[in-house]
């Protein structure tokens, strides 16, 4: 769980941004994205102790680093964003050899169309309930604490639902997918109340749950691939736009600000189907 965080609010109600001190364990390094998985000890008054990407802000200071060594580092944390810097190396140890991601263990060419998963409601949804309807669909977890990943996804919604509804003539036949990857974790309840911190509107957003087994496949089939290691979940990045015929319309494969960008896409995709819903048959660009 994460630990109750303080205020990050200051008296003048804006975001009071946050530093802190941290010491972890490298599992993994990506230079190239100019990110490194650690596995952090709790961090006081921020979150408990879980393994976790983090953004750095120059790739130099990964430099000379590798997977198990035993780092401090300086954790910043503002509204929109987070990074780390100040990394030291202070020891190694051997790690054993990572495991396959969830998704890669389930076969991917299962029928999930009229596959009962439950929404934050606790009503059963099946995709081909919004057949006829442009979605936006990503995946997330409502543990996660970082506010540049899945809170980015969750504030990418919000903010294109609120843009949406703000517009004259806007199509009605749109509707938002938060599907969880933490099922264990996130049950209805947790999901509704995670949706009302949004300020989300059902009509027009769904948060899903269901098995781990049939969440695994469709985040598959949707180029999600993520690590659950039983206290945090590793993950990438994926919001699909499907078009009111059922097709894969656009894949965003970043977090990030995408507001304006989803709801140019949804407006795209809201057009009349004309074909069967089908779910995307590759979604790895």
Known sequence: MVIPAQSTKSPSGSFAPREFSARGVITAINSQAETVVIQNETISNFMAAMTMPFKVKSRNELLHL??????????HVRENGSWIDQIQKVGFISLP???????KTYNSKSALLDFPFTNELGQTVRLNDFHGQA???TFFYTRCPLPDYCPRLSKNFQEASEKMEAMNKAPTNWHFLSITFDPQTDSPETLRAYGQSYHYDPAHWS???GPPEKIAELAQRSGVTYENDGVTINHNFRTLIIDA???LQMIFPTSGDLSGQIVAEILKAAAPATSNANLPKSATN
């Open 66 to 75: 590798q997977r198990g060594d035993q780092i401090s580092f300086q954790l």
């Open 97 to 103: 050899a990572p495991a396959n991601s969830v998704s």
């Open 135 to 137: 979605l936006a669909i």
């Open 207 to 209: 948060f899903l749950t």
């Open 245 to 247: 015929s059922g097709h």
